[in-house]
């Protein structure tokens, strides 16, 4: 079973840095991180909007040019890259592309998956309304890029059509029943890996605090990775 570090959060450095994915790289770990474009047409990985949260600065990416967001600390996708090659071996790279309307970023993320050679390391998914917008684009003219659908819980999604569209199922929940056979013996008959998100980092999941009992439902079930902003400790766990 594979270990997703969410955003790459660690107790060192800051989510979805530069610091913080070659920690993970370093780690052994894949990592899930978000992929947005600045101004000047460059991807660049954050997961919010606007720096308010993460530096206390409230532009928006969209608005800043790649010199602005390097000095604020917000790392390019392409060093992205480079740091996988160097450091990150096999890892996996679930890719959210925080906005599908302008196609543009999809294209581009895919243009640079294609220069580094990583199509074969990495999938590519949007959430919610999204998810199949992105899916049917991504095949339509991409064919050979690996996606994931995003099933949150009681999805109108979870049919045998929508899986075998989808290399990965990125599935989520809240109530904690919404994980369970049915939907990892679909996905193995149409062949599709299952990522589930642990509880601790999804809004309104009533195991938030009791992450570890989820984790071991998700093991049982044999999910073929856990998301988690806790990489080190799921691994501990899994060893015992």
Request: net charge negative; glycine share 2%.
């Amino acid at each position: 079973m594979k270990i997703i570090s969410h955003r790459a959060i660690n107790e060192k450095y800051p989510e979805n840095s530069l610091p913080s994915i070659q920690w993970a790289f370093e780690s052994g770990y894949g990592i899930e991180i978000d992929i947005r474009i600045n101004k000047n047409g460059n991807l660049v990985v954050i997961h919010d909007e606007d720096c308010m949260r993460l530096f206390n600065d409230p532009r928006k990416v969209i608005k800043m040019n790649d010199k602005e967001c390097k000095d604020i600390g917000i790392c390019s996708f392409e060093d992205v890259c480079v740091s996988y090659i160097k450091i990150g071996k096999e890892a996996t790279l679930a890719l959210h592309i925080k906005d599908i309307n302008e196609f543009l970023v999809v294209e581009k993320t895919i243009s640079i998956l294609n220069k580094y050679n990583l199509k074969d390391n990495c999938f590519i998914f949007a959430v919610d309304d999204q998810t199949i917008p992105l899916i049917n684009k991504v095949k339509e003219k991409y064919p050979q890029i690996k996606v994931a659908l995003h099933l949150p819980e009681n999805s109108h999604l979870f049919n045998e059509e929508n899986f075998e569209k989808a290399d990965v199922i990125w599935i989520d929940e809240e109530s904690g029943n919404w994980i369970n056979n049915k939907i990892v013996d679909l996905a193995k008959k149409t062949n599709s890996q299952v990522f589930c998100m642990s509880p601790e980092f999804v809004p309104n999941n009533i195991f938030r605090k009791n992450y570890k009992q989820k984790w071991i439902e998700f093991i049982n079930l044999g999910v073929n990775a856990i998301i988690t902003d806790y990489a080190d400790e799921l691994r501990e766990f899994v060893s015992e």
